[in-house]
């Protein structure tokens, strides 16, 4: 049904946005009324409406008021796109959000007194956390784009086991990284030049399509990023810069 035109402030009062943020959003014509009473005051029809509710759904999934203004005005089926995009990210949230509800609750059952948690079901749902502490930054870095989605498809199939196996795999590889480093090997050495080798190849295998130079770009994290420095550095002084070395040394002897 058809709702008369309405004042700013019915807008406002409905949507919760201020009167502001509404002569905000017709300065920059991001959402105009159509009509003026005869005094001169906006008035919203039912399409102004439905736009600005276009308007605040864009805004509350996290994008800025100028990919919006790009958005709105897009053909239908190019805001489809977007919104089905962001609703794939949605769902994926609230799984993570889940697993950790549910381990956030045992977590207290078990603080509460009120059950003793078994060893074999501590770590239920962290398959579904976010893999680990830098699957964020990994998004952040490298976008939305087909490795990304390759490593997601894959690794929401691992189960706990599979991830044992892929984490028991990635400590051999560094392990074998640290007797090299510690033996005195050079970082473009031969043995130290496999074992990057080694390394991409395990990314490749268990995660996404990795050519040496997206491993060149993924071992930069690992001394521009303290957070990936500390992770190696605590295994070993020096780790994280070591392998990078090694890494680049083998990713420019394929020509990258």
């Known amino acids: 049904m058809s709702l008369p035109p309405l004042t700013i402030g019915r807008v406002a009062a409905l949507t919760g946005l201020t009167v502001r943020a509404l002569h905000h959003y017709d300065d920059i014509g991001l959402v105009s009324p159509s009509m003026r009473s005869a ?11 439905r736009r600005l509710q276009q308007v605040l759904l864009f805004r509350e999934l996290g994008l800025t008021l100028e990919i919006v203004r790009d ?25 993570h959000g889940e697993s950790v509800l549910k381990a956030v609750d045992a977590t207290l059952q078990t603080l ?19 893999n680990g502490e830098y699957a964020e ?11 990304w989605k390759i490593s997601q498809t894959r690794t929401r199939g691992y189960s706990k086991d599979d991830w044992a196996r892929i984490q028991a795999e990635a400590d051999a590889i560094t392990h074998t990284f640290i007797e090299a480093m510690q033996r005195g090997d050079a970082s473009d050495s031969e043995t130290a030049m496999a074992l990057a080798e080694s390394h991409r190849e395990h990314i490749e295998r268990h995660h996404y399509p990795c050519d040496h130079a997206m491993h060149a770009n993924v071992a930069a994290m690992y001394t521009a990023d303290p957070r990936f420095q500390a992770h190696y550095d605590r295994q070993a002084d020096g780790l994280a810069a070591y392998i990078e070395a090694a890494v680049r040394a083998n990713a420019a002897r394929h020509g990258a």
Request: net charge negative.
């Open 39 to 49: 005094a001169g005051y906006r008035l919203y029809t039912d399409d102004d409406l």
């Open 71 to 95: 958005l709105i005005d897009a053909p239908p089926e190019r805001r489809r796109a977007a919104l089905v995009e962001q609703r794939a990210a949605l769902q994926s949230r609230l799984r």
């Open 112 to 130: 509460d007194g009120d059950m003793i948690m078994q060893t074999e079901h501590l770590f239920d749902g962290f398959d579904t956390f976010h």
């Open 137 to 147: 930054e990994a998004r952040q870095r490298w976008g939305e784009g087909d490795a």
